[in-house]
């Protein structure tokens, strides 16, 4: 984003949040909905628990700041800050209730986090920061690297590496990190697990903004509805399949798995028992961090669940409107010709072609003619004295696609997604190249297949030279990867 004049003078004026520092009950807001929806991850309330905690928070000011202090009621600067102009609060009704429910936006929380960040930390560790911009730095350079010479000298250092450690170790020579290390990476674990719940938020905020650019192209088609659900899915297949949708995929399966949910408690039980992270009196939540990820991400799983279902029951609304107005018409039609029985009209009403079959019988259909005469060259043909052996016109590869699907789908069985060069090494190629074009062949037709361009994977196969000795071959191409 460019920061400008232009810029920062339209933030200023439309941005939620900028609106919301500039409010003059900002303390009141950001103290509140921090208190009652960031601290304690919490993502949706209703509007009467939520208007007795507000009531409560006003009662305690009055008594500090005087009666006159926030005089409306609790329930009306809610619906206020829940306002178009307002857009800090998200005021919506679930569905088979007629009770409000309100929800924190994306906005506000990034005002509060901004906030958060003003005060003053015990101290501002820059050595975590270094070293984790160094692993990303490294993680990508290894990660596009695509030559294999590069990438086993890299592997092989890293293992010369670890046998070092392990010979110190064995040694009794065990580097430990003192107070100081042990703090700035645990303030930067917290920082990076608030903002992760708020990427929730975000997100979940960005499925609903696609629900609403999708039900005003409904409400505004004029065209087939077929060609609607194709621009409609496109575009929602456009937007799993887009970088935001990717990580959050990734994200999900990594946390789904209950091998590393205990392992994240049991290295959070570890971590929060040392003496240097127990000295910064850390958030008692802190321990089951994980189950709030999981929790806000099955919320937002939830929340795109029901925008789809709506956008089902949306689609077979207006499907409905489209019938009733046929039945309409066809109604008209019997109506008019009900009051025509009655007095009809001079002449001819309505005209219906007498009704006949054209039979053609088989031997009535002309030959084939070519459009055009083909031209004959007069040449004489001279028998050449090359012995060629012609059993290899029959020698024809046929690939057993048949065979290759079952890999898929067992494959898919185990995971939720395997990538084409797992499936090469799991079943090596028997009939080389032309089987790989098979792979891809079954990835765009039957198959759920993602190619990442950034990520390039080689693909090795077995053939037979002209001597006879077993030759290596391999092809290059970006990682394929079959989901169910």
């Not at 919301?20 to 304690?40: G, K």
């Not at 919490?42 to 409560?56: F, Q």
Request: negative net charge.
């Amino acid at each position: 984003m460019p920061i400008d004049f232009t810029t920062l003078d339209t933030l200023r004026t439309h941005h939620p949040a900028w609106r919301l520092l500039r409010s003059d009950h900002a303390p009141l807001i950001a103290s509140f909905l921090h208190r009652v929806f960031v601290a304690p991850n919490v993502r949706v309330m209703s509007a009467a628990d939520l208007a007795e905690a507000l009531e409560d928070e006003l009662y305690a000011l009055r008594l500090h700041l005087g009666e006159t202090a926030f005089p409306k009621p609790a329930l009306d600067y809610l619906n206020d800050w829940a306002s178009p102009d307002k857009g800090w609060l998200r005021k919506f009704y679930r569905t088979g209730t007629d009770e409000a429910q309100f929800d924190l936006t994306p906005a506000t929380e990034k005002a509060i986090t901004w906030l958060e960040q003003l005060g003053e930390r015990q101290f501002v560790g820059t050595e975590s920061r270094l070293l984790t911009l160094f692993d990303l730095l490294k993680q990508m350079s290894e990660g596009s690297e695509a030559d294999p010479a590069r990438r086993l000298a890299e592997l092989n250092k890293k293992r010369d590496d670890i046998d070092a450690e392990i010979a110190r170790v064995q040694a009794g020579d065990l580097q430990l990190l003192d107070d100081t290390a042990l703090k700035d990476r645990f303030q930067q674990f917290m920082q990076g697990a608030r903002e992760l719940l708020a990427d929730f938020r975000e997100v979940e905020h960005n499925f609903r903004q696609l629900d609403r650019r999708v039900r005003e192209r409904i409400a505004l088609w004029e065209g087939s509805k077929g060609a609607l659900l194709e621009d409609i899915m496109g575009e929602r297949d456009a937007i799993a399949d887009s970088d935001q949708g990717k990580s959050f995929r990734a994200f999900w399966d990594f946390l789904l798995s209950s091998r590393r949910q205990e392992e994240l408690t049991g290295l959070l039980d570890h971590v929060l028992a040392l003496p240097a992270v127990a000295d910064l009196n850390p958030d008692t939540r802190t321990r089951r961090v994980h189950y709030d990820w999981m929790e806000a991400g099955e919320h937002t799983q939830r929340t795109v669940a029901a925008l789809s279902h709506q956008l089902r029951r949306f689609l077979d609304d207006q499907a409905w409107l489209e019938n009733r107005r046929i039945m309409d018409i066809l109604r008209n039609i019997e109506s008019k010709a009900l009051a025509l029985r009655d007095a009809p009209p001079s002449g001819n009403v309505m005209e219906v072609a007498q009704a006949g079959a054209e039979i053609e019988l088989a031997m009535e259909r002309p030959l084939f003619t070519p459009a055009l005469k083909p031209v004959i060259a007069d040449l004489t043909l001279q028998a050449g004295d090359e012995d060629i052996d012609a059993q290899a016109l029959f020698e024809q590869v046929v690939i057993d696609k048949a065979r290759l699907t079952r890999h898929i789908r067992h494959a898919l069985q185990l995971h939720a997604q395997t990538t084409l060069h797992e499936l090469v090494i799991s079943q090596p190629l028997q009939h080389g190249l032309a089987e790989l074009v098979a792979y891809l062949q079954l990835g765009s037709d039957a198959f759920n297949i993602v190619v990442d361009e950034g990520t390039p994977e080689p693909v090795y196969w077995q053939t037979t030279g002209a001597d006879g000795q077993a030759i290596t071959r391999c092809a290059r191409l970006p990682r394929v990867i079959f989901a169910r």
